[in-house]
Every structure is written in C-alpha cells, then in structure tokens.
C-alpha cells in the first residue's frame, strides 16, 4: 500500500494537467508578499488527455518539458493533483496517542471498511485534524486514498520532463489552497460559495462552507462546446474554429446566433448542478459563485449568471494580490487566471 508522496523541503512547480494544456507555476516570498517567479502554460495535442484520464504521457510529458524551456524555472521538483473524482476521503476516529505507523498499520487492518478495491491497488495518505473531540483520548483522521495507477500514470509524465515528482495533491485541496489567497476580495459575511469551473470539456461545481470544499458534481460539458457550434453554424474545421474563438475574427452574428445559445447552457449547467447540491444536502442556498476555469472571461458570461441565478457572481483570480519576476508576461498570466486554482494551490505546497 504505497504511501501518497505529500511533503517536501524544497520548493515545487505547481504543475496542472488539464484536456487542453499543462500550466506550470512556481511561487516565491519575498518581504512577506507572494511572487509569481514562473509560468508557462503549453498546449497539449487533441486526445492526450479525455475526462481528466491521462492516455498518452508521451504528449503530456512532452508538453511540460517545453514549458521548462520556455521560462527559467528555479525548481527541479513538481507537485501534481490527482482529480476529485479519482479520489476517496473519509474521515476516521483513532486513538489520539498513536504514531503514523501505527495508525497506518490500523488502516491496513481495517481497510475493508473503507477500501472497496484490493489493498495493493491503492495510494493512501491520513492526516490527523485539529477537530475536538468530545472523548479527549481521539481525533479525527482525514483518510485520502487512490488508485495506485492514478498517482503512477502522473508521475510517469512528470518524470519524461525531467521534472521530479515531490507531492501528490487532491484537486479539491488545491483548490482550497488557493482560495485563501484571495478570501478577502469576497463581501464580508460570505459563508457558502460556489465556485463554478467551466473547462474546455468539463463543468465542476463545488460548494466551500468556511472555506471547506463540501461538495462537489462534474458534467461533460465545457468551452469545447462552444467550439463545436462555430464550427457547424460557419462551416470550419475544429481548429479554425477554436482559432477564431480565441482571436475573436467571426462574422456579426455571432453574439445572437452562437455565443448567446452557449451562454444559456452554461447557465443551465449552473442552475442544474445547484438544484443536485440543494436536494442532496442540508442546505438550500448560497451566497456567492466564483467563476472559475477557461471559459470565466468569455464576455458577458458572468453578468449573465448573475442575472439570470440571482446571486452575485465573481471572476476567480489566485494570483490577484501577487507580484510578478520579469520572467512572467503580466498580460496573459491576468487573462489566465480564472483557470489558474488547481496550479495555485499546488505552487502553494512549497511553503508547507
């Protein structure tokens, strides 16, 4: 039963693998504010990566060693994050004057109660949490678990680099890592907030209460999308489509008979996924939605959210109380900052 690698001494390039690209951060402190030292973020070929599931490390390890070359990265060392969805969290009483070993051998013992695959199979880690407990000999243990073959697949990708893998993450926890570098842009009394992820082929919605991740849905649903319909209502091929998207180079009608169609899914998408988070908790409202991912600046996209759920709606900007080192082109690293909390929240783990 390997153990997730979670720690570290040196510092870590916050590397993100999405379907689209690889975007490499590296952080540093200086007279106690954060510094962006590094990015780079390198297109990956259509297919390398579908639903988060790597299928070529090839391509992927390809992609993030010419990230390397394109900036002069400080760290040989990555941290990397393992999808949500991958991933099994529970929360375990232990007696509270047991070591890890201890506790890990405990695990393995009792791990048909929380393992529903073969023990050889699975990466685990367990973190014991401030909770107090009403009995003071026990605490609460926070179980992480995977398969071996998620963890493996990355660090296999990492490696072909020439990059060294030091920390496996939790999507989720990255997340929430990098949330707390911009709570305070958030209105004052804001508890329960939604950040709404809106990728190239997924849409994630997870919920945070007191700055915990709570809960979190993904659909098969994102900015491909939008691609997909230029290219039927124009005519194009799939890249001159995605090529005009970017560059903005499309007829006039492309407000009402395209994007304003796509804006009305992302709206649905939205509105369905709060209706699965109300009828599946105890609670029956938010207070704010971030808006997250490589679709957040598309123009009009987060008015319209706000119109249309009747919550105020915020772009998610990790990066937006940083300073910048003269390697990093300031202009594209502030239009890719909604898509930039998974890569934040792993640079982050350098400081742990």
């Known amino acids: 039963m390997p153990r997730l ?81 991958m991933v099994i969290t529970k929360i375990i009483e232990m007696d509270t004057d047991m070591h890890d070993d201890e506790r890990e051998v405990q695990i393995r013992m009792d791990a048909e109660q929380y393992i529903p695959f073969p023990l050889d199979d699975v990466s685990l880690d367990f973190e014991v949490l401030p909770d107090r407990l009403s009995l003071p000999n026990r605490v609460n ?37 990098a949330f707390q570098l911009f709570t305070d842009s958030i209105p004052m009394g804001t508890k329960t907030i939604a950040i709404l992820d809106v990728g190239h082929t997924m849409t994630t919605l997870s919920v945070l209460q007191h700055n915990k991740i709570i809960y979190n849905r993904e659909q098969i649903f994102g900015g491909k999308q939008l691609t997909n319909d230029i290219q039927r209502h124009y005519g194009l091929s799939f890249e001159e489509a995605e090529r005009a998207k970017k560059t903005h180079v499309l007829p006039d009608d492309y407000d009402s008979q395209v994007l304003q169609p796509f804006l009305e899914s992302v709206i649905q998408q939205a509105s369905r996924s709060l209706q699965f988070f109300f009828s599946s908790s105890q609670y029956h409202d938010i207070d704010h939605i971030l808006l997250a991912g490589g679709c957040a600046n598309i123009q009009g996209l987060s008015r319209l959210l706000q119109q249309k759920l009747n919550y105020r709606v915020t772009i ?28 934040s929240g792993l640079a982050l783990r350098s400081f742990d």
């Open 316 to 343: 998610a900007n990790p990066i937006l109380h940083m300073r910048f080192s003269s390697n990093v082109d300031i202009q594209k690293i502030k239009n890719d900052a909604p898509s930039l909390m998974v890569a």
């Open 5 to 85: 690698y979670n720690k570290s001494k040196d510092g870590v390039i916050g590397v993100d693998i999405s379907s689209t690209s690889v975007k490499l951060l590296e952080f540093s402190v200086r007279n106690n504010e954060y510094w962006v030292e590094n990015y780079a973020v390198i297109p990956l070929p259509e297919g390398s990566v579908i639903e988060k599931n790597i299928l070529n490390t090839e391509n992927v390890g390809d992609a993030i060693a010419k990230a390397l070359d394109f900036t002069s990265f400080r760290s040989r060392y990555a941290a990397i994050a393992i999808p949500t969805s």
């Open 141 to 177: 243990v926070l179980l992480v678990l995977t398969r071996v073959e998620n963890v493996e697949i990355r660090r296999e990708a990492i490696e072909l680099s020439g990059l060294v893998p030091k920390i496996a993450d939790v999507e989720n926890f990255a997340i929430e890592n």
